[in-house]
């Protein structure tokens, strides 16, 4: 059986370092003023020497150019992207047309990941960002089981999905929690607003889930209040010939993310060893949770909800 890709965002060249080595086929890094919700920043001059030691492993390297541009965010990002070809980076994950547009202006071509998050939930879309020059979609994090496979059998590009970690609900190029402080009569420049103030947000009507929200130079982010995680499902999407398997990083300790590619990279190659004799292993959860924040569940996401439209 091919195995599928496991892949995960990291924070610096050190935690890229010690996932690869945890097992992780390819790792997405990248700086805030052209991608968005990185576990946290590696700029260019660490991109080269990330790559250079990541193939020495047979890793890949994708970074992130998913920003929503506007057109002050546009200078400079043929060059970036002219110095990301150079490095050899294995590709770039973009939503934004102007990234697939300095890309097709480069010297030479670079893969393309099309991740458009929550718009990315049908094939016809995708197979026309194929015909543009993507190589893969990653599927927005709402899609189930059901759509996720019919996703796969229809596209013409490879398939990547979200198994574990925090999925982003909304995003806004507004400072909603600096208006929110403001608007309590409060001096929001005193206030630590960034992803390490560890904020979050409480509905009324259910106090016990929390919303971890951030704001950076792309905005303001809203985080899920639960993880994703699918480890004692992965033969489901590995029969389905689901290419790839992302691993969220973000607001993640690197012990954590560790502990989590660990566990997938046994169930991953347990069960491609072996189909038909595979058996899961209950300790590969148990690290995962002995980790986990106990005010976040686990749970399956979207995979085995019904879509009603």
């Known amino acids: 059986m091919k195995k599928p890709e496991l892949v995960v965002s990291c924070s610096s060249v050190a935690e890229l370092q010690r996932l690869i080595e945890a097992g992780a086929d390819a790792v997405i890094i990248g700086e805030e003023r052209y991608g968005m919700r990185l576990p946290g920043e590696i700029k260019l001059d660490e991109i080269q020497k990330a790559v250079a030691w990541a193939h020495e492993k047979q890793a890949k390297v994708y970074v992130a150019v998913n920003k929503i541009f506007d057109n002050a965010s546009l200078d400079g990002l043929f060059e970036y992207m002219s110095k990301l070809q ?130 950076d130079g792309n905005g303001t982010h809203i985080m899920s209040s639960e993880d994703i995680c699918m480890l004692e499902n992965l033969p489901e999407l590995m029969d389905g010939q689901v290419d790839s398997l992302k691993i969220e990083g973000l607001l993640k300790s690197e012990a954590y993310n560790e502990t989590v590619v660990r566990g997938y990279r046994a169930a991953i190659d347990a069960y491609a060893a072996d189909p038909q004799g595979y058996e899961f292993r209950q300790e590969w959860l148990d690290a995962i949770a002995g980790l986990q924040d106990p005010e976040r569940e686990l749970s399956y996401g979207f995979f085995y909800k019904e879509q009603v439209y």
């Open 86 to 215: 150079e490095y050899g980076v294995d590709a770039v994950i973009f939503g934004d047309p102007s990234v697939l547009m300095a890309a097709h202006s480069l010297a030479k071509p670079i893969a393309l990941h099309w991740n458009a998050e929550m718009t990315s939930t049908n094939y016809a879309t995708a197979n026309y960002w194929g015909k543009q020059g993507a190589t893969r979609v990653v599927l927005a994090r709402e899609l189930n089981m059901e759509q996720v496979l019919a996703f796969k059998q229809q596209t013409e590009l490879a398939v990547e999905v979200q198994v574990h970690g925090i999925t982003n609900i909304y995003h806004s190029k507004r400072e909603l929690v600096k208006n929110y402080i403001e608007h309590q009569g409060n001096d929001a420049s005193t206030q630590d607003r960034s992803i390490e103030r560890g904020l979050f947000l409480i509905e009324h009507e259910r106090r016990d889930q929390r919303y971890p929200v951030y704001e």
